[in-house]
């Protein structure tokens, strides 16, 4: 069987060297996600720090890409965790302790819970997961509001089908309201051409900006995707907010749940509860006979979730209708509520707000 173009770039980049631990850059997990677009390929690298290595790995990486026959375009993100990340983090985490405000970097808002959305790797619906499950609030009864991060790939636009821009008046940005739900992306916020080619400041201009600046009123939950991986960004948001809780997003691969330990350490370093794992495309249903098939093999995640401790909250099956809704910009638990996955995101939902306020009661 031909090799996927993903496969062919794994193996690509899989021949690139970090010397310094004379390892490849794919076993060291810098690779943190690859985007593949009708030929186009944007390669995200994450390291732990901001040193020589960084062009030298790029340059080779670039070089091995290339050479992979049907690529028409390709952009190489490189992003590193900053020196004093953690200090800082613990400083806000303090201030924010001893304010009567829930959230002072969310402006004039109000809302009573926050709630990540994250993954350790592009690719494993974590913006799919995102999206359901605010619509799943909603259907349970919730003011929601959802916010794209992810600056790698902002989803929320497509998913949701909403192409203007959000309006201003210079102070405040307003949210784009659509199937019951207040959104706001990074995606309404760049040009189409190459939202990809944002670096380092720019990028945490505009995070600060859907931070403070979004007048989101008031709300019962805020739902945010965040961008896979755990890098500067991440940590903005998880410093300037006070995120109440975590849903770890992961498919049954060997490559994917690597990253998922890195996630859980993430938001157990920064403090975030973390409420538990979500697998997703665990299985597919046959249309004919209803029996499941595991797609990657089965006792992965569990193992991952026994070993930290975390629980599996629910495995979502890949499903075409949810690609299809996703495609076109309805989620299908807006669309057909009463679909087997749909309620399975409901009953998310139930699960992870009992578990908020239960915890909200807890530190009470
Ligand atoms: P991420 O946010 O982790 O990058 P996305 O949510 O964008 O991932 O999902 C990647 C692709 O996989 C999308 O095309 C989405 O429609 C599809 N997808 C996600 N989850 C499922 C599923 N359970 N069944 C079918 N397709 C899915």
Known sequence: MAETLENQILHALGQVFDHDKDKNIVSLGIVKNINIDAGQVTVILEFERDDNNIKKIYDESEKAISEIPGITKSTIVTTYHSEN???????????????????????????????????GKGGVGKSTVATNLAIAFKRIGLKTCLLDADIYGPSVPTMFDINEKPQSDGKQIETLN??????????????????????GLMVMKAINELISKVNWGEADIMIIDMPPGTGDVQLTLTQKLKVDGSLIVTTPQDVALIDVVRGLRMFEKTEIPIMGLVEN?????????????????????ESVAEKYDYEILTKIPHDPLILEQCENGHPLTDLVPEHKVSRMFIELAETVLKKLKLQRLADS
């Open 85 to 119: 990340s953690e200090t800082s983090s613990q400083n806000e985490k303090n201030e924010q302790d001893n304010s009567d405000n829930i959230n002072p970097n969310l402006g004039t808002s109000k809302i009573k819970f926050i709630l990540m959305v994250a993954s």
């Open 281 to 301: 495309m665990s299985y597919f249903v046959a249309p004919d006979t209803g029996k499941q098939y595991p797609l990657f093999g089965e006792g992965k995640t």
């Open 178 to 199: 659509k199937y019951g739900i207040a959104t706001m992306s990074i995606g309404y916020m760049v040009n189409d051409d190459n939202p990809m080619i944002w670096r």
